[in-house]
């Protein structure tokens, strides 16, 4: 089985990640089409250029690997995806053969800390207008709706978020996906130097007050063109136990 979890950035998409990659049985990857992101849009990314030498750019090929053998030949593979990353001209087919999940945050509080790390922000960089347009598409072709989780709910039942993602997905859930040692992991992007620091002192996830921070006119602008999808997207979340 192949888990695409959709992620718009600064969300808990890497320690979601980690809490995979703990178990028994599953390899991960992280954000794989990111150097063909970086490489078609020019963007100025922390570190662009050393993720563009280090990765492969041509999404295409990205792809074909994404839906080749499984590394290590292991039976599950998690792959950490970022919505944003599908430009447009991208051919989309070959996510309906994944299984796919979708992970967001507020608005507001992607914003917040995405000014942390750079200065420049549009809606689309916050990845809620991808998430929910794929999640309309995988939606109608499967006629199902794919597993949503609201980042701030989790952080208060991981166990039972988990364990219904599993249920969703048909494996089993490992108690080991709840804790993992610190540092980093050869698995983690070149990026991760920029933006993986919270996640190396981890161990586990941590609850968190999320309080919907204030920002500025310019950037409640930017999130206020994405809270329709973000809305849109938590209603469909999952709820365990309900």
């Known amino acids: 089985m192949r888990i695409a979890m959709w992620s ?3 969300n808990i998409s890497t320690a979601m990640m980690r809490a995979f990659e703990n178990r028994s049985d ?9 150097a063909a992101f970086l490489h ?21 090929r990205v792809t074909e690997t994404l839906t080749g053998p499984v590394p290590g030949g292991k039976p599950l ?25 979708f992970l967001i945050r507020h608005p507001n509080a992607v914003v917040a800390s995405y000014i942390k790390s750079r200065a420049e922000v549009a809606p689309e960089d916050i990845g809620l207008l991808q998430e929910a347009e794929l999640f309309d598409a995988i939606r109608e072709r499967s006629g199902q709706e794919p597993p949503v989780i609201d980042s701030t709910e989790f952080l208060t039942d991981p166990r039972g978020h988990l364990e219904a993602l599993c ?3 048909g494996i089993a859930f490992e108690e080991r996906m709840l804790h993992w040692p610190a540092g980093p992991r050869d698995s983690d992007g070149i990026w991760a130097k920029y933006w993986y620091d919270a996640v190396w002192r981890s161990t586990g996830f941590e609850a968190r ?5 204030t920002l500025s006119k310019a950037h ?3 999130a206020d063109a994405c809270l329709p999808a973000y809305e849109r997207l938590y209603s469909a979340r999952l709820k365990p136990g309900r």
Request: hydrophobic share 35%; charged share 20%.
């Open 8 to 10: 718009g950035p600064r």
């Open 26 to 34: 599953c390899t991960v990857s992280d954000e794989p089409l990111y």
């Open 40 to 60: 078609q849009t020019g963007l100025d990314h922390p570190g662009a250029s050393e993720v563009i030498a280090e990765g492969e750019c041509d999404w295409r």
């Open 77 to 101: 593979w998690y792959q950490k995806h970022m919505s944003h990353h599908l430009l447009p001209g991208m051919d989309l087919e070959w996510i309906h053969g994944l299984a796919n999940a």
């Open 167 to 169: 249920g969703h997905f």
């Open 209 to 213: 007050p999320e309080r919907i921070p």
């Open 220 to 222: 409640q602008a930017i």
